[in-house]
């Protein structure tokens, strides 16, 4: 049995007391970064041991995982925030547990693009999420897709390449297109701001941005 619990985005009171239980009673939790975890779990006084599980080994370490659940094991996979396998590790392990006739079960909890979306303003009844553009091979052809998509799409993006993002939305969709940055969701300094694309880019340049990034763009 692997259970995918969501941890909080910010605010630790989010995770829910299902998630707390499930994360007590396991035998090992697989988390993205343990170091990060283990301050969630020094914080709700879980003591179940933490395993590594991250975008870099888990191609590696997949199988082998699979085979402990297939034999018995109970275990949880988390990520350092939100819900496993949204821009995360946890796609690779899920589809392998399903092949193998091991039982996923995923709880309701944190996911960043969700508040960012509703707290937006823009239409949410149909939406696109996208999440990380990629760096560089492919990014203009995604950006241009996404600039003639009808309805609202949705982005993450680094603070550090906020300004870059927001020059290659008003690139493909002109500056006059509404469009929404979210930061520090559910944390002391959360950020919600819908302005057209070319005055969030004014507003954001005069500041340091700090905290993870959720763009959402309206469609045309």
Same mark, same amino acid.
């Given at each position: 049995?692997?259970?995918?619990?969501?941890?909080?985005?910010?605010?630790?009171?989010?995770?829910?007391?299902?998630?707390?239980?499930?994360?007590?009673?396991?035998?090992?939790?697989?988390?993205?970064?343990?170091?990060?975890?283990?301050?969630?779990?020094?914080?709700?006084?879980? !003591?179940?041991?933490? @395993?590594?599980?991250?975008?870099?080994?888990?191609?590696?370490?997949?199988?082998?995982?699979?085979?402990?659940?297939?034999?018995?094991?109970?275990?949880?996979?988390?990520?350092?925030? %939100?819900?496993?396998?949204?821009?995360?590790?946890?796609?690779?392990?899920?589809?392998? =547990?399903?092949? @193998?006739?091991? @039982?996923?079960? =995923?709880?309701?909890?944190?996911?960043?693009?969700?508040?960012?979306?509703?707290?937006?303003?823009?239409? =949410?009844?149909?939406?696109?999420?996208? %999440?990380?553009?990629?760096?560089? !091979?492919?990014?203009?052809?995604?950006? !241009?897709?996404?600039?003639?998509?009808?309805?609202?799409?949705?982005?993450?993006?680094?603070?550090?390449?906020?300004?870059?993002?927001?020059?290659?939305?008003?690139?493909?969709?002109?500056?006059?297109?509404?469009? =929404?940055?979210?930061?520090?969701?559910?944390?002391?300094?959360?950020?919600?701001?819908?302005?057209?694309?070319?005055?969030?880019?004014?507003?954001?340049?005069?500041?340091?941005?700090?905290?993870?990034?959720?763009?959402?763009?309206?469609?045309?």
């Amino acid at each position: 049995m692997l259970y995918i619990i969501p941890t909080p985005i910010g605010n630790l009171e989010d995770i829910t007391l299902r998630a707390l239980r499930i994360l007590k009673e396991v035998s090992v939790v697989l988390a993205e970064d343990t170091r990060t975890s283990k301050r969630l779990f020094d914080h709700f006084g879980i !003591k179940t041991p933490l @395993r590594s599980f991250h975008a870099h080994n888990e191609h590696a370490v997949v199988e082998r995982v699979v085979d402990e659940l297939a034999s018995g094991a109970v275990m949880a996979l988390i990520s350092d925030a %939100g819900t496993p396998g949204i821009s995360d590790p946890g796609f690779l392990l899920a589809r392998a =547990c399903m092949r @193998r006739g091991v @039982r996923v079960e =995923c709880l309701p909890g944190p996911t960043a693009f969700v508040p960012a979306l509703v707290a937006s303003g823009l239409p =949410c009844d149909t939406f696109h999420f996208e %999440g990380f553009l990629p760096h560089k !091979k492919g990014r203009q052809t995604r950006l !241009k897709y996404l600039s003639a998509l009808p309805h609202t799409f949705v982005l993450y993006e680094s603070p550090f390449r906020l300004i870059k993002c927001l020059d290659e939305l008003i690139a493909v969709c002109g500056p006059e297109r509404l469009a =929404c940055v979210a930061r520090e969701l559910s944390k002391l300094h959360e950020e919600v701001i819908t302005l057209p694309l070319d005055e969030l880019k004014a507003h954001f340049s005069k500041k340091e941005v700090k905290g993870e990034i959720v763009v959402v763009v309206a469609g045309i």
